[in-house]
């Protein structure tokens, strides 16, 4: 008689869907057994109840869905990492009482709900090249110490909704998209971060004025590579050639200009305040290695400075640009 032959196949549908007023605790009793896609309009609970352990969600298809009237509730409880694996589309409520870590490479999470982070506690995409895209909705992580943070080389996408707070880049990308008319401020903190925004060429200056850069880390520089259709600002190891930076000051927003050139030398200073053109302004001084330059007029009459997207160095009389 032949032998029967058995073998266990995973249950793709371990977690069925939550409904309105439900209640499903992940605990991490189970491994973190993986489960297929599904939908939460009531409450998907992470959290270990009594003891430190990793506990989170894997699916191996499909994709996790809160709805409108769902909720994703991330706990600390007593400890251990919380973690998620897989896309996710959200149009409820993530609250995150933890660090919460978005770690497949490759994943995408779409917001158009609401996002809270508590104190000291937060989101941390950390799979290769995921990918985060803000949609609509809120996204609230201005506690003090509270947490949005992108690394290995993934992705924050803004396209709408408001983000309270600053999002960190981490040798990582960010892409503003052409509909968003909200302010936005970022934190870059390494080399390797870039970031992007691809509008109609009139557009350009306007959002970009709207866009806050803080300075970058000591030792570190923005490089700015235009073309037709899109505007790139790259994170670059210094030293360089020449470094080009823009001061926000109170009095007056300011170039700074700084490189390893001889002492005293005559230099001339062009701006571009459109990625096409240069302008008619021209600034000629002594450079010894460090200057501060006043940003020039907007041409043509305009009230305020103007908004500069290349600025060259060069010698006198030189025809490089």
């Not at 009594?50 to 989170?56: A, K, N, R």
């Not at 104190?119 to 995409?125: Q, R, S």
Request: net charge negative; with cysteine.
């Amino acid at each position: 008689m032949a032998a029967a032959l058995w073998m266990a196949v995973p249950d793709l549908h371990a977690i069925e869907d939550v409904p309105e007023g439900g209640l499903r605790w992940l605990q991490g009793y189970d491994g973190n057994a993986p489960t297929g896609g599904f939908r939460v309009d009531g409450r998907l609970r992470i959290e270990a109840p009594d003891e430190p352990q990793p506990v989170g969600l894997v699916l191996e298809s499909g994709r996790l869905e809160i709805g409108p009237g769902g909720e994703l509730l991330v706990q600390h409880g007593p400890g251990g990492s919380r973690f998620l694996q897989g896309d996710v589309v959200n149009d409820g409520l993530v609250s995150l009482n933890s660090v919460l870590l978005f770690s497949r490479d490759g994943a995408e999470w779409v917001n158009r709900g609401t996002i809270r982070a508590a104190m000291f506690m937060g989101l941390g995409v950390t799979g290769k090249g995921a990918r985060f895209r803000q949609a609509s909705g809120e996204i609230h992580s201005d506690e003090p110490g509270s947490r949005l943070e992108f690394y290995n080389q993934s992705w924050f996408i803004h396209g709408g909704g408001k983000v309270f707070g600053s999002p960190a880049i981490v040798a990582s990308s960010a892409r503003i998209e052409a509909a968003v008319t909200e302010d936005l401020r970022l934190r870059f903190l390494g080399p390797g971060c870039r970031l992007e925004g691809r509008y109609p060429a009139d557009a350009v200056r306007g959002c970009f004025a709207r866009l806050a850069l803080p300075p970058l880390e000591t030792g570190l520089h923005w490089q700015v590579v235009p073309s037709e259709r899109e505007v790139r600002l790259v994170v670059r190891r210094s030293p360089a050639p020449l470094v080009i930076e823009w001061l926000h000051r109170d009095g007056g927003d300011l170039l700074r200009v700084s490189g390893p050139w001889g002492s005293q030398q005559e230099v001339v200073l062009r701006v571009s305040p459109d990625l096409k053109q240069w302008t008619p302004f021209q600034r000629l001084f002594p450079f010894a290695g460090v200057a501060t330059v006043p940003v020039p007029r907007n041409p043509g009459g305009e009230d305020g400075p103007m908004t500069v997207y290349q600025a060259v160095l060069g010698p006198v009389g030189s025809t490089t640009w």
